[in-house]
């Protein structure tokens, strides 16, 4: 398991284990009410594997049941099927029998789908609905169905309106090549549909991420706010086991996906207002960033600036005791200290949009500057294997301190990106907080609001998240700075001692936000 010790377990699994899962969960559930595998496959997907709410289902109402699910027919038929290896032709319950007999004496069968009319009786094959088609237009159908993809799993009868659903049955005996391929795509919504289970989103992967689950847990991430972060054993790739994007605490998932909405709704004012370029504010000229570090210095005139905030670099270094004081976003100054703030509609969306892109800024320069961290990081092993191959006196771990630092500065600019968002739905967040236990207190019966109370408590719990942020953000641009220079400038306790620190403040910000917001 991958999980935090107190966390979920989280198992990475191939798809051979996850395959015997799925059989082991289908056949269970059949021999339990004694129905066909296929049936019960079908029943359980149709409650997304939820197999007590399935039971409840069944025994209330099993009647309602398989027929909402489309499985009617199929289930009226005797449990256990035909063996689906051998090509004989299925007949396998009495009525069924009875009617082919029946209708023996006419020899001759037409195909509803071809219109061939001269057809023998074991030319055609019968779905327990009693439609039959003839074999040529059944392969015709399956190859069809399967060309459609992951839907192949839900067609119906080709018999025009007839709900009853083609399953694994009708391909292992019509089709048996494709069968592997359609239990694919059964597996794969297996996957996507029982709640506790993510397909790793490595490029080309095919590992599973599953929540270990007790009897009682099997839907149990639907219900949870917690991020749950599952790693690849073969890829290494990191990913939120309930959203399937990257690690992004401390924002959970609801707001996360709100935030991206809301950027691709946002991102032609933020691009246009955020064109790559920038103005020196000394000599005017324009200039590109090109590594990760957000401490300019301009080619021409030398002057040195925050690239966020374009302010002087002085008034930023720990050195000079000056504050690093652009992460935060401050309504005084959007709203004027002039007086009360102007109420119109087009003041307000200004207003609005300002501050979006306020936090939006900071977190694209922090997405990009983790771009680069990446990039970094890659070059650093890329050097460690070099170093190994040519030097006798050095061994490659004499620069894994430089790997571990790169791989710290891509975990806090992924941390320090998403705090970010956090902090642009936080008045929200804060809101919820506040009236959930805080704003009203009964003194004598009387309950009065304490507003004034909570508004103290928001901005307490703004600045100290701000206070968190700042020091996170001074600390991760001194060690991309340690890390930037060339290799022979890079002095190794520094960088270690950076590093160390980095990670502190890194745990401290989002402890701090679990502690006062979960």
Not at 15 to 39: D, G, K, M, W, Y
């Given at each position: 398991?991958?999980?935090?010790?107190?966390?979920?377990?989280i198992?990475?699994?191939?798809?051979?284990?996850?395959?015997?899962?799925?059989?082991?969960?289908?056949?269970?559930?059949a021999?339990?009410?004694?129905?066909?595998?296929?049936?019960?496959?079908?029943?359980?997907?149709?409650?997304?594997?939820?197999?007590?709410?399935?039971?409840?289902?069944?025994?209330?109402?099993?009647?309602?049941?398989?027929k909402?699910?489309?499985?009617?027919?199929?289930?009226?038929?005797?449990?256990?099927?035909?063996?689906?290896?051998?090509?004989?032709?299925?007949?396998?319950?009495?009525?069924?029998?009875?009617?082919?007999r029946?209708?023996?004496?006419?020899?001759?069968?037409?195909?509803?789908?071809?219109?061939?009319?001269?057809?023998?009786?074991?030319?055609?094959?019968?779905?327990?609905?009693?439609?039959?088609?003839?074999?040529?237009?059944?392969k015709?159908?399956?190859?069809t169905?399967?060309?459609?993809?992951?839907t192949?799993?839900?067609?119906?009868c080709?018999?025009?309106?007839?709900?009853?659903?083609?399953?694994?049955?009708?391909?292992?005996?019509?089709?048996?090549?494709?069968?592997?391929?359609?239990?694919?795509?059964?597996?794969?919504?297996?996957?996507?549909?029982?709640?506790?289970?993510?397909?790793?989103?490595?490029?080309?992967?095919?590992?599973?991420?599953?929540l270990?689950?007790?009897?009682?847990?099997?839907?149990?991430?639907?219900?949870?706010?917690?991020?749950?972060?599952?790693?690849?054993?073969?890829?290494t790739?990191?990913?939120?086991?309930?959203?399937?994007?990257?690690?992004?605490?401390?924002?959970?998932?609801?707001?996360?996906?709100?935030?991206?909405?809301?950027?691709?709704?946002?991102?032609?004012?933020?691009?246009?207002?955020?064109?790559?370029?920038?103005?020196?504010?000394k000599?005017?000229?324009?200039?590109e960033?090109?590594?990760?570090?957000?401490?300019?210095?301009?080619?021409?005139?030398?002057?040195?600036?925050?690239?966020?905030?374009?302010?002087?670099?002085?008034?930023h270094?720990?050195?000079?005791?000056?504050?690093?004081?652009?992460?935060?976003?401050?309504?005084?100054?959007?709203?004027?200290?002039a007086g009360?703030?102007?109420?119109?509609?087009?003041?307000?969306?200004?207003r609005?949009?300002?501050?979006?892109?306020?936090?939006?800024?900071r977190?694209h320069?922090?997405?990009?500057?983790?771009?680069?961290?990446?990039?970094?990081?890659?070059?650093?092993?890329?050097?460690?294997?070099?170093?190994?191959?040519?030097?006798?006196?050095?061994?490659?771990?004499?620069?894994?301190?430089?790997k571990?630092?790169?791989?710290?500065?891509?975990?806090?600019?992924?941390?320090?990106k998403?705090?970010?968002?956090?902090?642009?739905?936080?008045?929200?967040?804060?809101?919820?907080?506040?009236?959930?236990?805080?704003?009203?207190?009964s003194?004598?019966?009387?309950?009065?609001?304490?507003?004034?109370?909570?508004?103290?408590?928001?901005k307490?719990?703004?600045?100290?998240?701000?206070?968190?942020?700042?020091?996170?953000?001074?600390?991760?641009?001194?060690?991309?700075?340690?890390?930037?220079?060339?290799l022979?400038?890079?002095?190794?306790?520094?960088?270690?001692?950076?590093?160390?620190?980095?990670?502190?403040?890194?745990k401290?910000?989002?402890?701090?936000?679990?502690?006062?917001?979960?």
């Amino acid at each position: 398991g991958m999980g935090d010790s107190d966390g979920p377990q989280i198992n990475m699994t191939s798809t051979t284990e996850l395959h015997t899962v799925l059989l082991i969960r289908v056949n269970e559930f059949a021999e339990l009410f004694q129905i066909r595998p296929s049936v019960a496959h079908v029943l359980l997907r149709s409650t997304r594997w939820n197999k007590e709410r399935l039971c409840e289902l069944y025994t209330s109402d099993p009647d309602k049941t398989v027929k909402d699910a489309g499985v009617a027919c199929r289930h009226a038929l005797e449990p256990d099927p035909p063996p689906t290896d051998t090509n004989n032709q299925k007949c396998p319950s009495a009525t069924v029998g009875v009617m082919t007999r029946n209708r023996l004496s006419a020899q001759k069968r037409c195909c509803a789908v071809c219109f061939d009319d001269d057809l023998q009786p074991s030319d055609m094959i019968q779905m327990p609905c009693n439609h039959e088609f003839c074999t040529d237009c059944w392969k015709c159908f399956i190859a069809t169905m399967m060309k459609d993809g992951h839907t192949c799993i839900r067609k119906t009868c080709p018999q025009d309106r007839c709900n009853e659903l083609v399953t694994e049955e009708e391909v292992a005996k019509i089709s048996p090549e494709l069968l592997p391929k359609y239990q694919s795509f059964q597996l794969r919504s297996f996957v996507e549909l029982n709640g506790t289970s993510r397909w790793c989103p490595g490029p080309g992967c095919e590992r599973v991420a599953a929540l270990s689950t007790d009897a009682t847990g099997a839907s149990s991430l639907q219900f949870t706010d917690s991020t749950i972060i599952a790693t690849c054993d073969v890829c290494t790739t990191s990913f939120c086991l309930k959203c399937g994007e990257e690690p992004h605490a401390p924002l959970i998932c609801k707001f996360l996906s709100r935030w991206h909405e809301k950027c691709r709704n946002e991102s032609e004012t933020a691009n246009w207002i955020l064109a790559n370029t920038k103005a020196c504010s000394k000599c005017g000229s324009r200039i590109e960033k090109n590594q990760g570090c957000n401490h300019m210095t301009c080619q021409q005139c030398k002057h040195e600036f925050c690239w966020i905030c374009m302010g002087d670099w002085v008034d930023h270094g720990a050195t000079t005791g000056g504050y690093y004081r652009c992460n935060k976003y401050d309504q005084e100054e959007e709203l004027g200290t002039a007086g009360p703030a102007d109420q119109s509609d087009a003041a307000k969306a200004k207003r609005e949009l300002d501050r979006y892109l306020h936090y939006y800024k900071r977190y694209h320069a922090h997405a990009e500057a983790q771009k680069f961290a990446r990039k970094q990081l890659k070059e650093t092993e890329e050097r460690m294997m070099r170093l190994q191959e040519t030097s006798d006196n050095v061994t490659w771990t004499d620069v894994e301190y430089l790997k571990t630092a790169n791989e710290q500065l891509v975990e806090c600019r992924r941390v320090l990106k998403y705090t970010y968002c956090f902090a642009y739905y936080m008045p929200e967040r804060v809101a919820s907080l506040t009236s959930s236990g805080m704003t009203t207190e009964s003194v004598d019966g009387i309950s009065r609001s304490t507003s004034l109370d909570s508004n103290i408590q928001a901005k307490m719990l703004k600045d100290q998240f701000e206070n968190h942020q700042e020091m996170l953000e001074r600390f991760t641009e001194n060690l991309s700075e340690l890390v930037e220079k060339p290799l022979k400038e890079i002095v190794r306790e520094a960088v270690v001692n950076q590093t160390r620190v980095v990670n502190q403040f890194m745990k401290n910000i989002l402890k701090y936000v679990e502690d006062e917001f979960d």
